[in-house]
């Protein structure tokens, strides 16, 4: 099936920094949604972005759907320990029938550094 | 509004039990979702259903039925579990139209010995 590829796997973050992570594909998304996994939780829906070049916050997270619709990016300024977690994103191919469901990349690990 | 909840939370069961897996959600959404998350996996759809009435298979199908009950309700059941089905099942829910974006459950914590 479809394949997203997220990176990185894990990381470790000290307060105050900035994250980054991505997710691409070599397939054309329609939809990039970001959502984060808190231990022992649902997901929990962070960003949408609709369209190419979309540049979207929410807080101080700021999502960007690549230009060309094979990726996309998210950044967390000024993190805090409330911030750990695993972040997923997820694309959809286009609208309606077993296309319109969401895939899922594999997740980025965020801990605090020890 | 609850959003989508699910039941149990932690279920054990031994090889070739059954069990059915609750989903209910109150926003009114006409799709609901069943993924299995395993470690380093990701989220991995089992089936789906886009309206009241419909079903059909996602990803990985294969040992799972689901019934779609109502408009509120979606449940999945393993007719004979097996160790390969220890994982963790969230429900999720959405409204029709474009975007999908998706609400899900707290998740069920299942363990077949």
């Known amino acids: 099936g479809q394949q997203l590829n997220q990176s990185p796997q894990s990381m470790f973050i000290q307060e105050g920094e900035d994250v980054s992570m991505n997710c691409t594909s070599s397939s054309i998304f329609n939809t990039w949604l970001w959502y984060k996994q808190d231990p022992g939780e649902g997901p929990v829906l962070l960003i949408a972005l609709y369209k190419a070049g979309e540049l979207t916050s929410n807080g101080r997270l700021t999502a960007q759907f690549g230009i060309t619709r094979k990726d996309s990016f998210l950044n967390i300024s000024a993190s805090i320990p409330s911030d750990v977690g695993i972040y997923f994103c997820a694309g959809q191919l286009s609208y309606g029938g077993s296309q319109g469901n969401l895939i899922f990349g594999k997740g980025t690990k965020l801990s605090v550094k020890p | 509004n609850a959003g989508v909840t699910q039941t149990p939370k932690f279920q054990v069961l031994k090889t070739g039990q059954s069990m059915t897996l609750q989903c209910a959600q109150d926003?009114?959404?006409?799709?609901m979702y069943w993924y299995r998350q395993d470690p380093g996996m990701g989220l991995r759809l089992i089936y789906y259903s886009a309206s009241e009435g419909t079903t059909d298979k996602g990803e990985v199908p294969n040992g799972y039925n689901v019934s779609r009950l109502n408009k509120r309700e979606f449940s999945l059941r393993l007719e004979s579990a097996a160790p390969s089905q220890t994982s963790v099942y969230f429900c999720?829910?959405?409204?029709?139209?474009?975007?999908?974006?998706?609400?899900f459950g707290p998740g069920t914590r299942l363990t077949v010995l």
């Open positions: 926003m009114n959404h006409n799709s």
């Open positions: 999720a829910s959405t409204d029709v139209g474009w975007g999908n974006e998706q609400f």
